[in-house]
């Protein structure tokens, strides 16, 4: 969410003295030490070199986190003293992306998608949802070291077992939250012995729901730019005029509100009731695959689970085209910066 403020290339110069999420302070939970290398584009101009040479220090100064250019790279040190959550380092490296893009502009973004497809896959990807270290750090959303009783319900169903809140509490017994040992134990107890009316299908964590604006945008083109969904809200409105009158229904517009009736719900379930069905041609058309039991529309799309570029806040009523041109224009100014080669990419 943070790279939504982040300037184009041509915009002002990214500031580095001052940030408001840097001055919220951090909250002091001691992280293993680790470095971050993000490269510098291969023969930049020695003017850009010597800017980014500049703006190091003040960056470093502004974070407490040491820089310096070696070999290519600008290396990033992340040490455990330094004592900062999670939120603060990914701010701090957000922004200095945005000043390597502002000094070397597409050059960055190049290297950027470069040194991204050399990654391993491991680094690449957002973690082995069967490594139940990977679940746990991404149920623990306050990043405490432990879950808690609605955490650990969250992290229980990536693993296919629903337990009611009385049973989640009788399992932790007399302790608040577990951390991974404990979670580990309890995990490997439950898988064995849960019965069979606590087990579905598996749960995405929900901070890896996501869907590409690809995705956004075959959903917008099939349904929305075509006409079909505005066809539907004009049968609606003429077959429920008088209720819509009385004021005991709504008017449907093309919006998220139309199309959660007519192309959500209906495609995230293979029950019979979840409403109309949608013309196979379209379903095709906008690459919606067949639902083998309900979930979310980021889970039929994605089902394994996708690294997170940016959370999106936005009103249901809003028309659904002026939401995609937003986030069109948005898309197309920032892959680079996330080391996405295309901005149908970014999610």
Known sequence: ?????????????????????????????PRKPRTERIPVPKQAPMGQLHALQ??????????????????????????????LDSQHVEAALSELRAIMHFNFGAAFSAALAEAQQHKPSAERESGDLNNPEVVFRLCDTDSSGALDKHELRFALNAFGIFPSADYIEEWMGVSLVLDM???????TKRLSSAPSSMRRPRAIPYSRRGVTFG?????????????????????????????????????????????????????????????????HELRTKAQL???????????????????????????????FAETMTALGHWSSKSYGKLCRPHRNDVV
């Open 181 to 187: 040992v404990k979670f580990r134990e309890l995990l």
């Open 289 to 319: 695959p067949e639902a083998n039991h309900k979930c979310s529309f980021s889970e039929l799309l994605n089902p394994d689970g996708v690294l997170i570029d940016c959370f999106v806040s936005h009103f249901w009523g809003h028309p």
């Open 215 to 279: 995705q956004l945008e075959a959903l917008h083109e099939t349904f929305v730019a075509s006409g079909w969904i505005l066809q539907r809200c004009e049968e609606f409105n003429r077959d429920n005029c008088s209720e819509i009158a009385a004021g005991k229904a709504y008017k449907l517009q093309p919006n998220l509100y139309a199309l959660d009736k007519y192309v959500i719900r209906p495609v995230t379930s293979p029950e019979l009731d979840a409403g109309p069905p949608v013309p």
């Open 54 to 83: 500049r703006d190091l220090p003040l960056w470093s100064d502004k974070f407490q986190i040491q820089a310096s250019m070696q070999h290519g790279s600008v290396v990033v040190q992340i040490g455990e003293t330094a004592a």
């Open 1 to 29: 969410a943070t790279m939504l403020d982040l300037p184009a290339s041509g915009s002002p110069r990214p500031s580095v003295r001052s940030s408001p999420r840097a001055s919220q302070g951090p909250r002091l939970q």
